[in-house]
T-cell receptor, first 117, second 112 residues
């Protein structure tokens, strides 16, 4: 089945560092990728929707200058957390949709646990 | 504002027992409803998808129902196993924009 690879799976870094998270669709072309944030025992919160070749659409309250999203190809989207601080510590998950069929499931990566010291 | 409400928030059952999880939504217009299983520290995995015309759909021990009139869905798990311990998330997609709205999930713990 369709696989989404997310890398890295775990990051620990100092406050002020910028962190880049990659999301790749391994065996399908993903027109649309979603980025989520999840706090412990909470559901996924949609941060932004990215479409290949265009600017990402951010949800209300998400700082686009803080969370930079690039979707340069049909198989890769990146989320960069700029100048990360402890409050940015969270579980970040991406998902990708196959081109053309909105009834296909979102295929999720296994998430990136980000810890800012 | 589109909302998806799930109940119960958490559930503990004994191995072998059945259980039913509920999902109520206000998303409109409706495109589809999907149940996902999320193991701890992993990404969600799709269990079933329900479109407007579907009432019941099974996937092994998982059976989902949809009542589009009352905007309710349920996920029934039969003969639970320890590996069923996870968070179950109901996601409803809006017609047209296809924006997904996530429920908070039901945390299921299956005890031996």
């Amino acid at each position: 089945g369709a696989v989404v690879s997310q890398h890295p799976s775990w990051v620990i870094c100092k406050s002020g560092t910028s962190v880049k998270i990659e999301c790749r669709s391994l065996d399908f072309q993903a027109t649309t990728m979603f980025w989520y944030r999840q706090f412990p025992k909470q559901s996924l919160m949609l941060m932004a929707t990215s479409n290949e070749g265009s600017k990402a659409t951010y949800e209300q309250g998400v700082e686009k200058d803080k969370f930079l999203i690039n979707h340069a190809s049909l198989t890769l989207s990146t989320l960069t957390v700029t100048s990360a601080h402890p409050e940015d510590s969270s579980f970040y998950i991406c998902s990708a949709e196959e081109q053309g069929d909105r009834n296909q499931p979102q295929h999720f990566g296994d998430g990136t646990r980000l810890s800012i010291l | 504002k589109n909302q998806v409400e799930q109940s119960p928030q958490s559930l503990i059952i004994l191995e072998g027992k059945n259980c039913t999880l509920q999902c109520n939504y206000t998303v409109s217009p409706f495109s589809n409803l999907r149940w996902y299983k999320q193991d701890t520290g992993r990404g969600p995995v799709s269990l079933t998808i329900m479109t407007f015309s579907e009432n019941t759909k099974s996937n092994g021990r998982y059976t989902a129902t949809l009542d589009a009139d009352t905007k309710q869905s349920s996920l029934h798990i039969t003969a639970s196993q320890l590996s069923d311990s996870a968070s179950y998330i109901c996601v409803v997609r809006e017609g047209g924009s296809y924006i997904p709205t996530f429920g908070r999930g039901t945390s299921l713990i299956v005890h031996p």
